[in-house]
């Protein structure tokens, strides 16, 4: 009798807890099963090569030594932390790419954006125009930049010696010092039209009416945009370094298509290190120590840039 009565007591609380798990896929399910694939792809796209990657990093796997793999813990990392001289090198050159490279397209693109957005004639193709690096190939661009930095044929060379500045053939790209402005100024040119979209669409929600106060009340053209356009521009502009820094970080594409990370190692960066062992030297277990330490050290570096400049964006 007692368990006849607990099971009429259990019916309705068991009916209760039924309607609300009905209405919460009611609710919800549908999201959830649109957010399904999105999942399914992170995990088998992102998070298990990822997971994969560091393992592979604690083995000694070389596919053309023949030995098979066999684990080694952490002597990957202690073999290009401690022995390997060029590792040390490599990460500095890195450094020079990232950080060159943002500062460069910001020193271009902001002017950029500033007149794109003034009063000017066929404002609509010279926007268009400016698109054209962004959304030309990479392996193109490379090609052609080649070209122009040709020590003996280039473009380069044969105007700065008709304007007088040189008297003798410069060879760019085989200068260990020369070759980094020449990067750069490559990387600047094809990143700085993402950068001055992005500010472009910044400068469309700065009130006119603020701008023509200022204007009104005595501030010329460099105080109106050093107290008011550029501050009201910093939430955007450090969206925008933030993916920049972060795709210069893994994209190699540009450096293998001009320099293949030479002369030496004076080019190469952890993307091209990665690339050198893992599918030419196929040292598996050390492009994998390498992939892992990149990881961090990128970690390491977008957290000191939301340290330095993620404060006091409101």
Request: aromatic share 16%; no cysteine.
């Amino acid at each position: 009798m007692s368990d006849i009565l607990r099971m009429e007591q259990r019916a309705p609380s068991l009916g209760k807890r039924r309607r609300r798990a009905s209405a919460f896929f009611r609710e919800f399910g549908f999201g959830y099963f649109l957010l399904a694939p999105v999942v399914l792809y992170i995990v088998i796209f992102q998070f298990y090569p990822l997971v994969e990657t560091v393992r592979l990093s604690l083995y000694d796997y070389s596919l053309i030594s023949g030995r098979g793999m066999s684990f080694n813990g952490f002597d990957n990392y202690k073999e290009l932390l401690m022995n390997d001289n060029a590792f040390w090198r490599i990460f500095k050159n890195s450094l020079v790419w990232v950080l060159g490279s943002t500062v460069l397209q910001f020193a271009i693109a902001i002017p950029a954006a500033l007149i794109l957005f003034g009063k000017i004639r066929m404002r609509g193709l010279w926007r268009g125009l400016m698109m054209v690096p962004w959304v030309s190939p990479v392996v193109i661009i490379g090609i052609v930049w080649k070209w122009i930095y040709d020590g003996h044929y280039g473009l380069f060379n044969h105007y700065l010696k008709l304007a007088g500045f040189i008297s003798e053939n410069i060879v760019w790209l085989g200068d260990e010092v020369l070759v980094w402005p020449a990067l750069l100024l490559t990387s600047a040119w094809k990143g700085f039209p993402y950068i001055t979209l992005m500010m472009l669409s910044g400068l469309t929600g700065i009130s006119k009416e603020m701008i023509e106060a200022a204007h009104m009340d005595g501030a010329s053209a460099w105080q109106r945009f050093t107290r008011i356009t550029l501050p009201m521009l910093k939430p955007i502009m450090y969206v925008t370094g933030l993916v920049s820094i972060v795709s210069s970080w893994t994209k190699f594409e540009m450096i293998w298509a001009l320099t293949n990370g030479g002369p030496g190692y004076a080019t190469s960066i952890l993307p091209t290190y990665l690339y050198t062992n893992s599918f030419v030297y196929f040292d598996l277990g050390k492009g994998s120590a390498i992939a892992a330490l990149s990881m961090a050290m990128v970690l390491v570096l977008v957290g000191l840039y939301a340290r330095l400049f993620g404060r006091n964006l409101e």
